[in-house]
């Protein structure tokens, strides 16, 4: 039978045969899969091992710092580079969900290429690529994100991509890694982390992507996420997340008219993201978070929630 402790054996042991005294190099994203695949490759290889960390400007509010300082703790030769203004810039003016997409991950490849080249005699690319990434690749229906939504759309070959390939977590299914990443100890708050796409608050942007409304979503996002935290609720959802509307609404601000933007929260449950249903979550709930939001973003005056179920809707909004 299947046990992570004899997962971590073998495959720290194939690690480091396979790899020898040769260099590693890893894009950890703060999601559980790259997580794990680089401390199972810091247990072999040590600091061998270069992770490269991208703030590519769309994170969470102070994600990127917080995790760059948790993989700092973990002992992980983790490079944190901040490159916010560049994605800002390639977003400038761009409307379109798979343009964006596009604009993201050909910043990501040139900002990851010019990183890598830095490590001298890297020879190895890892990354944390799981079963169902494998078959989501090759179905004639894909997932959801392999080919109804482009991922990292790439023009030409950079250099890091011609490095040897490895994928110690290639066989895993989400739960069996994070079975993995539990007897690594790693952190509950890495491996109980909700899934967040790559292109991050981007798509979470309607319309075009501005600092200003990063900002804005950032704030709303933070007060959502940390109540359900708070409440309890954080570990009962899949996935939940805010989406700035291109749309602004007229409110009453003491005697004044506001006419600011709305806010959409959603919150999903799910087991691979291929299906999902809104979450009932408390009224209280809801009603606590719309006030704090209110009372806190400037910007905003009016939050929904989203009560679609996917199919037909999907989960993010772009
Ligand atoms: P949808 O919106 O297609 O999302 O129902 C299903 C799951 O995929 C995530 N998602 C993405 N992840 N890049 C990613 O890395 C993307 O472009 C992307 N689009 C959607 C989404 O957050 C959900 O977990």
């Not at 409307?95 to 020879?123: C, L, M, Q, T, W």
Request: hydrophobic share 40%; aromatic share 8%; proline share 4%.
């Amino acid at each position: 039978t299947w046990t992570p402790e004899a997962f971590v054996d073998m495959t720290v042991g194939a690690l480091k045969e396979r790899i020898g005294d040769d260099k590693v190099v890893l894009g950890l994203s703060g999601g559980v899969d790259s997580s794990v695949a680089a401390v199972l490759l810091h247990k072999a290889i040590g600091k061998n091992l270069y992770c490269i960390f991208v703030n590519n400007g769309l994170l969470r509010k102070g994600e990127f710092e917080s995790v760059l300082e948790q993989y700092k703790d973990m002992g992980l030769n983790v490079k944190g580079v901040d490159a916010s203004a560049r994605f800002l810039d390639a977003l400038a003016g761009v409307s379109d969900p798979e343009d964006k997409r596009k604009a993201i991950g050909n910043a990501f490849i040139e900002v990851f290429d010019d990183e890598a080249h830095r490590i001298e005699d890297v020879k190895y690319l890892a990354q944390g690529t799981i079963y169902p990434d494998v078959i989501e690749s090759v179905s004639v229906n894909g997932g959801p994100s392999a080919t109804i939504k482009s991922h990292h759309n790439v023009g030409g070959l950079p250099d890091f991509m011609k490095l040897e390939v490895v994928e110690p977590l290639k066989m895993l299914f989400k739960d069996e890694v994070r079975r993995v990443g539990a007897e690594l100890e790693i952190s509950d708050s890495i491996l109980g982390r909700h899934p967040f796409p790559g292109p991050g608050l981007a798509i979470r942007i309607l319309g075009d992507v501005t600092a200003e409304k990063v900002r804005i979503l950032q704030e709303v996002d933070a007060i959502f996420i940390n109540g359900l935290k708070e409440w309890m609720l954080y570990d009962k959802v899949w996935q939940a997340g805010a989406i700035l509307l291109p749309v602004s609404s007229v409110g009453v601000m003491g005697d004044e008219r506001t006419y600011e933007k709305v806010v959409a929260l959603r919150a999903v449950e799910s087991t691979d993201g291929m299906t999902a249903d809104w979450v009932n979550l408390p009224y209280d709930f809801l009603q606590k978070t719309s006030n704090t939001i209110i009372n806190r973003v400037k910007g905003v005056n009016r939050v929904v929630y989203d009560i679609s179920s996917k199919p037909p809707a999907t989960i993010e909004w772009e």
